[in-house]
């Protein structure tokens, strides 16, 4: 499994973004598949995730009714719509794949696959 994702950029508060995560996922089986972020020093926290087949949605508190997180199952490509960004939404976003799903969706140490990140900034 492969995951490439795209997307970031430079936008100022209350300006959105659309991120995209590119994935090569084997063929009938299932996954739950998560956005995470790392801001400057501090540690890697959930976002937001979905399973690949139902499309059941999990988001952290501070993005709900701002983010929201879709997929294309034909496009195997997995989404991350951030609408009234903020400056603290400011990280490096990585996705990442969970192929077990033995660990809750928000839980970075369940996934299995993790894509390179990308740059997210907010300005004041």
């Known amino acids: 499994v492969q995951l490439q994702a795209s997307g970031g950029g430079l936008v100022q508060a209350g300006g959105s973004l659309r991120l995209s995560c590119a994935a090569s996922?084997?063929?009938?089986?299932?996954?739950?598949m998560g956005w995470f972020r790392q801001a400057p020093g501090k540690e890697r926290e959930f976002v937001a995730a979905?399973?690949?087949?139902?499309?059941?949605?999990y988001y952290t508190d501070s993005v709900k009714g701002r983010f929201t997180i879709s997929r294309d199952n034909a496009k195997n490509t997995m989404y991350l719509q951030m609408n009234d960004l903020k400056p603290e939404d400011t990280a490096v976003y990585y996705c990442?794949?969970?192929?077990?799903?033995?660990?809750?969706?928000?839980?970075?140490?369940?996934?299995?696959?993790w894509g390179q990140g990308t740059q997210v900034t907010v300005s004041s």
């Open positions: 990442a794949a969970d192929a077990t799903m033995k660990r809750s969706s928000n839980d970075a140490a369940g996934y299995d696959y």
């Open positions: 996922l084997r063929t009938g089986r299932n996954y739950v």
């Open positions: 979905i399973t690949w087949r139902g499309g059941s949605t």
